[in-house]
Structure formats: structure tokens, C-alpha cells
T-cell receptor, first 117, second 114 residues
Framework: DAGVIQSPRHEVTEMGQEVTLRCKPI?????LFWYRQTMMRGLELLIY????????DSGMPEDRFSAKMPNASFSTLKIQPSEPRDSAVYFC???????????????FGPGTRLLVL | KNQVEQSPQSLIILEGKNCTLQ??????????LRWYKQDTGRGPVSLTI?????NTKSNGRYTATLDADTKQSSLHITASQLSDSASYIC?????????????FGQGTTLQVKP
């Protein structure tokens, strides 16, 4: 398996523009997670899905952020409109069980480095 | 408030030396604790997962310890290599079930010099 695939790897955009980040989880994994990582705040869980259904979106910073999972092999994280403070590395991860469970091993993608000017 | 604190924030050691990274948490109830290694420009990779009943778990040159009474964990790296240079993140899962919230530490950045 190719692992978790994210695109684009790098994104530079101007404030106010819409940004869409994409993720393809590992085949067969039922859970998909979106994280944001910054120097100031470290790694933060934004939202996670189980069987394509959003379970916990309490980490989504505000209404400008939205995430979808139309099928088991694809998810998007959208920021509209983007702001400079959204600049961060966004990771997607998948696992066969919930990330907090005893047996889980969570696999992270390479991340998308977002810079909003 | 549930928190995970890691120390030191950064560390520089010489190749071949040992080091220990610390993780203190106030998460309650506690489910499990894991250590991740994150190389620069990459996503985190799981090193160990420990439940409250486990005191020690090893993964090659990495050994994690857990003291559930004092709510402390450590990650010991033996005979460090240049490839150990990375950030190490401690994550604690809250709750008594398998769906507890994940609480992340800020990470310790380790640099191994030749």
C-alpha cells in the first residue's frame, strides 16, 4: 500500500482565497483524521470520521473550516476564506480502529504545508 | 484541565550517547499513552502504545516507561544515531473507553550530532 496520500504537498495562497486539501486514506481503514500542526500550538486534532461519517469536529477552529468524506477513499478539508493565521502543516491520518483505542496504530500522511499571505 | 507536558523542549546530544525524554500528564481518566517520532517534513510515526497496566515497552533502541500513579512517562533512546534526530510527541488518550479524546504534548526536538 502507498500509505496515506495527501495533496497538494505545498500550497501558497492569498488571504481570502479558498483552499482545498485532499487526502486518500489507506485502503480498508475505517477512521480518518485531520490534524493541524504549528510551532505555537503543536499538533491539534481538527476532526475525525468513522465510516465516512464525521464523529467529532470539536477541534475545527471556526466556520471557515469544513471537512467532507464522500467515500471511503477520499476526504477534503476546505478553508474559505483563508487567513494568514491558518498557515500551518495539515496532516491527514487513517487507522483501522479509533485513534485512542488500545490496538490502534495511526498512519499519518506526509502533510500539506499551507502558507496564506 | 487535561494537559500533556513534555520536557525538555529541545535537546542536543552526541551520536552514541543515551538520552531520556519526559512526559507528564494530568489527563483523567487515563486510557493509554503513546510516543510518536516525527522526522522533519514528515508525518508522525508511532513508536509505542502503553496502557495503564504496562510499565515498560521497547521498540528497538527506544524504551518507553509509564508510571500511572505519578502520571509520568519517559522515552529512553539508547546509543543514539544521527537518524534519531526528530521531534518526539507524547499523546495521551482520555477516557475509560476506546473513544477517548487525544491530548497532545508540544513535543521534544532532539538533535543528534556526529
Amino acid at each position: 500500500d502507498a500509505g496515506v496520500i495527501q495533496s497538494p504537498r505545498h500550497e501558497v495562497t492569498e488571504m481570502g482565497q479558498e483552499v482545498t486539501l485532499r487526502c486518500k486514506p489507506i485502503s480498508g481503514h475505517d477512521y480518518l483524521f485531520w490534524y493541524r500542526q504549528t510551532m505555537m500550538r503543536g499538533l491539534e486534532l481538527l476532526i475525525y470520521f468513522n465510516n465516512n461519517v464525521p464523529i467529532d469536529d470539536s477541534g475545527m477552529p471556526e466556520d471557515r473550516f469544513s471537512a467532507k468524506m464522500p467515500n471511503a477513499s477520499f476526504s477534503t478539508l476546505k478553508i474559505q476564506p483563508s487567513e494568514p493565521r491558518d498557515s500551518a502543516v495539515y496532516f491527514c491520518a487513517s487507522s483501522s480502529a479509533y485513534a485512542g483505542s488500545f490496538q490502534e496504530t495511526q498512519y499519518f500522511g506526509p502533510g500539506t504545508r499551507l502558507l496564506v499571505l | 484541565k487535561n494537559q500533556v507536558e513534555q520536557s525538555p523542549q529541545s535537546l542536543i546530544i552526541l551520536e552514541g550517547k543515551n538520552c531520556t525524554l519526559q512526559c507528564n500528564y494530568t489527563v483523567s481518566p487515563f486510557s493509554n499513552l503513546r510516543w510518536y517520532k516525527q522526522d522533519t517534513g514528515r508525518g508522525p510515526v508511532s513508536l509505542t502504545i502503553m496502557t495503564f497496566s504496562e510499565n515498560t515497552k521497547s521498540n528497538g533502541r527506544y524504551t518507553a516507561t509509564l508510571d500511572a500513579d505519578t502520571k509520568q512517562s519517559s522515552l529512553h533512546i539508547t546509543a543514539s544515531q544521527l537518524s534519531d534526530s526528530a521531534s518526539y510527541i507524547c499523546v495521551v488518550s482520555e477516557g475509560s473507553s476506546n473513544t477517548g479524546k487525544l491530548i497532545f504534548g508540544q513535543g521534544t526536538t532532539l538533535q543528534v550530532k556526529p
